[in-house]
Every structure is written in C-alpha cells, then in structure tokens.
C-alpha cells in the first residue's frame, strides 16, 4: 500500500504524522510524508530513510514569525482577526496544491493533520481512496466540551457554536476549495468540511487521550476513534541538546535539585529577556532552579554551572522531562502528552489554537494549571508554582501518567485504522 501523509505546522503539527509513517513504513508500506521546507531535516532525520520526505507547502518558521501571525490574528478587532484568519487558512494553498497532486499519484490514501484538510479532502475523494485526519485536540461539533474551553456551557449551546465555527471555516476556504475540486474534476462543495468527511465515510482520528475529554468518546463513536497520544520512537543519540554522561547539560541538571522545565515550542516569544528576567525572578524567590529552552526563540543559549538558570536550545522532551520537577510550556499537544507520560505537573501558558484545550484539560484532572502566556510575570509565576509544585498536583500528574495509553499503543491502532480504511476499499 501507498501512504501519503501531506503536513504543514510546526514541529508539533507534523510529529505525530511522524510517527504514523513509521509505524506503516516499518510494516512494509510506501510512505510519503510532505513536511514544511524547514522541517524536512529534521523528518529526515527521525525517520531514517524509511519514509520518502518532500517539500510540502511554506516555510512555518517563517509564517509563525510573520506580522500576519504576529500581530493581526490576534488583534482585538473582530474584523481584522477574521480576515488574518481567512488569509492564514488560504496561505501557500496553491503551492500545496501542486505539490499534493504530484506526491498524491498512484496513493491508495492520504492520511493528513489538523492543518490542510479541505485540499487532502478533495485529492482524496477525487482519487476514489480513503481519507484519514489526526486531530490533536476537539475540534468537530460536540456537546460534551466549550469551543471556548475556559467555560462550562449547555450541550445545545456547545453544539450551536461548534456548527457556527464550521461554517466560518468553509465560507473562508470555498472559493479556493471549489477552484480545486473543480481542477479535479469534482463538482462544487456545498456543505463545509466535516459532513463531507462524514458522508465519504473518512476518519477522523483523534490522537490524545480520550479521557481528557470527558464525554466524546461515546459522543462521537467509531466515527472519530480515539487512540490516544501519537510519539515518535526514540533517536539515537536523541536530537537536540547532548544530554549523555558528562555532558555539560547533563552535569548541571545533576549538580542540584530537579529544575523547572520552560519552553514555548515554535511560539514566538515578542521578549525573551522579559521572559528570562520573569523566571530568574521566580527561582530567586521560590528556590528552585530552572532549564529554558528556547525553541523557536531568539534566546541566547546560557549554561554556566552553579547558576539557577540554565538557557539551551532544543531538547527531547522524552528524555529530559522525567529529569525535571515540573514543566512549563506553551500547551502543544505534543508537548503536553510528553509531560503528562513523565508524570509531571504541567503549567500551560497558552497563545491561541488548541493550546488552551490542554491547559483546561490539564486543570481539569488536578494534574496542573493554566494561564495566557501574556499574563505571565515574575509575581505571577511565583504564585502559581505554590499550587504547581503541591503534593496534591503531583500526586494527581502521576496518576493521570499511569492511566494514560502507551505510545506504542496509540500509533499501532492508528495505523491498523489506516490499514482496514485501504482494505475495506479494496475489497
């Protein structure tokens, strides 16, 4: 069987699809996985040849850094955040169009993330061949979760608005869609994503716990299957900072109490000395030492034994979380399901996009808490590692750890689905 796995984002969007590849390439299937130009090195490299890497769509480094992201998706201007978020849905879309349609020959399905379904949807259909979507988080209909998660709201009320997001969503992407659909000789869509998925019978996958989410997996069905937490298998040597014996990071995690883990993903940081002076302030109050990463961030690095805080570049998280205390990160899903198998307590400071499902969810189980990244100061960090840093959060980190499905679990169930989807066709 032929895979083909087209995913733009950040690391973080395209890791679980990663994972997925390998799990099918591994047994004997062609995957070819489309990654951002500035993460093809490193697909490459976790993959070790055994998936067909290619360019798909534009540089995210670039677009995440750009004044479009910056600045007016997240004005408070309703209507200039709506037209930020119409041209970010349609940014690079013909770029990753062409390129689909070449990886896409002969592909007996197109398994894609939360980012480019409509495109992946219609190369799919008009190819007659299953579709597959990872979702990270909620992101259809329900009745059980708030599209704003911070509010508990009526079953009716969640639904309402759920519906109201989707048809945003398509009025924003149709023209573009039905220009495709009809380059591919499909007639033009005139219902949004999700009931298209539906009526063509394609999986929507979700790729975390379901039990983060209380409600959906009996609300949703076969439908939307839950698998749990895709990961990648371990790299050897891991990538990112040197963490082996005698390492100067290794030594200073080892010359003190188990620090605090920082680090904001691709999210771009506006100050990243207010963001270091914050923490410093934080440590010097509490005691405790600290290990930022600086991601995608303009942080010099900084590694001096005996100093409470410690400034690296990319570090993997599977590794250096269970060294840590407790982490404090942005809220991806990638990163959150790291800190939750370590069994730590998480504090998410949240940007936008899923990121504040998971502080909710994270809040929710007593296994940590959550605020906006822009609300985080010195004062406010201070206080909040009072509750962080409990017996009661880390007793109920580790629990929600132990109850959490084992990563070689999840991606093997997601690739069976896969598999049965090509399957069922063919038969």
Same mark, same amino acid.
């Given at each position: 069987?032929?895979?083909?796995?087209p995913?733009?984002?950040?690391?973080?969007?395209?890791?679980p699809?990663?994972?997925?590849?390998?799990?099918?390439a591994e047994?004997?299937?062609?995957?070819?996985?489309?990654?951002p130009?500035?993460?093809?090195?490193f #697909?490459?490299?976790?993959?070790g040849?055994?998936?067909?890497?290619?360019?798909?769509?534009?540089d995210?480094k670039?677009?995440?850094?750009?004044?479009?992201?910056?600045?007016r998706?997240?004005?408070?201007?309703?209507?200039? @955040?709506?037209?930020?978020?119409?041209e970010?849905?349609?940014?690079?879309?013909?770029?990753?169009v062409?390129?689909?349609t070449?990886?896409?020959?002969d592909?007996?399905?197109?398994?894609t993330g939360?980012?480019?379904? =409509?495109?992946?949807?219609?190369m799919a259909?008009?190819?007659?061949i299953?579709?597959?979507?990872?979702?990270?988080?909620?992101?259809?209909r329900?009745?059980?979760m708030s599209?704003?998660?911070?509010?508990?709201?009526?079953?009716?009320?969640n @639904?309402?608005?759920?519906?109201?997001?989707?048809?945003?969503?398509?009025?924003s992407?149709?023209l573009?869609?039905? #220009?495709?659909?009809?380059s591919?000789g499909?007639?033009?869509?005139?219902?949004p994503?999700?009931?298209?998925? =539906?009526q063509?019978g394609?999986?929507?996958?979700?790729a975390y716990?379901?039990?983060l989410?209380p409600?959906?997996?009996? =609300?949703?069905?076969?439908?939307?299957?839950?698998?749990?937490?895709?990961?990648l298998?371990?790299?050897?040597?891991?990538?990112?900072?040197?963490?082996?014996?005698?390492?100067p990071?290794?030594e200073?995690?080892d010359?003190?109490?188990?620090?605090?883990?920082?680090?904001f993903g691709s999210?771009?940081?506006?100050?990243?000395e207010?963001?270091?002076?914050?923490i410093?302030?934080?440590c010097a109050?509490t005691?405790?030492?600290?290990?930022?990463?600086?991601?995608?961030?303009?942080?010099p690095?900084r590694?001096?034994?005996?100093?409470?805080?410690?400034?690296?570049g990319?570090?993997?998280?599977?590794?250096?979380f269970?060294?840590?205390?407790a982490?404090?990160?942005?809220?991806?899903?990638g990163?959150?399901?790291?800190g939750?198998? #370590?069994? @730590?307590?998480?504090?998410v400071?949240?940007?936008?996009?899923?990121?504040p499902?998971w502080?909710t969810?994270v809040?929710?189980?007593?296994?940590?808490?959550?605020?906006?990244?822009?609300?985080l100061?010195?004062?406010?960090?201070?206080?909040?590692?009072?509750?962080?840093?409990?017996?009661?959060?880390?007793?109920r980190?580790?629990?929600?750890?132990?109850?959490t499905?084992?990563?070689?679990?999840?991606?093997?169930?997601?690739?069976?689905?896969a =598999?049965?989807?090509v399957?069922?066709?063919?038969?």
């Open positions: 069987m032929k895979f083909v796995l995913f733009t984002g950040s690391r973080g969007d395209i890791q699809g990663l994972a997925l590849g390998i799990e099918l047994r004997g299937h062609e995957v070819v996985f489309g990654a130009p500035n993460l093809m090195a #697909a490459s490299a976790v993959t040849g055994r998936v067909t890497i290619v360019a798909f769509g534009p995210t670039a677009l995440l850094e750009s004044e479009l992201v910056r600045t998706i997240k004005s408070r201007n309703p209507r200039v @955040r709506f037209a930020a978020l119409a970010l849905a349609n940014f690079g879309w013909d770029r990753m062409a390129e689909l070449e990886m896409s020959t592909a007996d399905a197109i398994v939360t980012l480019g379904q =409509e495109m992946a949807f219609n259909e008009a190819q007659g299953p579709f597959l979507a990872l979702h990270y988080c909620p992101l259809r329900n009745g059980s599209v704003s998660p911070n509010h508990r709201l009526p079953a009716l009320v @639904r309402t608005t759920w519906s109201l997001l989707e048809t945003v969503r398509w009025r992407m149709r573009r869609e039905n #220009a495709q659909r009809t591919l499909l007639p033009g869509a005139t219902h994503l999700p009931k298209r998925i =539906e063509y394609g999986i929507e996958i979700q716990d379901g039990n989410f409600g959906l997996r009996a =609300e949703w069905g076969t439908a939307r299957p839950f698998v749990g937490f895709l990961e298998p371990p790299v050897h040597p891991p990538l990112g900072a040197d963490l082996g014996a005698g390492s990071l290794r200073w995690i010359s003190g109490d188990a620090p605090l883990y920082f680090g999210m771009p940081v506006r100050d990243p207010a963001l270091i002076e914050s410093t302030e934080a109050a005691g405790h030492r600290a290990l930022v990463s600086s991601g995608w961030s303009a942080i690095e590694l001096n034994a005996g100093s409470r805080v410690a400034i690296v990319p570090v993997d998280h599977g590794s250096v269970p060294l840590c205390r982490v404090i990160h942005h809220g991806g899903a990163t959150t399901a790291a939750i198998r #370590a069994g @730590r307590p998480t504090m400071c949240w940007f936008s996009a899923d990121q499902f502080g969810a809040t929710r189980v007593g296994a940590g808490l959550s605020t906006q990244f822009a609300r100061d010195g004062p406010t960090l201070t206080e909040a590692l009072g509750t962080l840093l409990s017996d009661e959060t880390s007793y980190a580790q629990q929600l750890a132990a109850t499905t084992h990563p070689h679990d999840a991606v093997r169930a997601a690739a069976d689905l =598999e049965r989807a399957t069922r066709t063919v038969s």
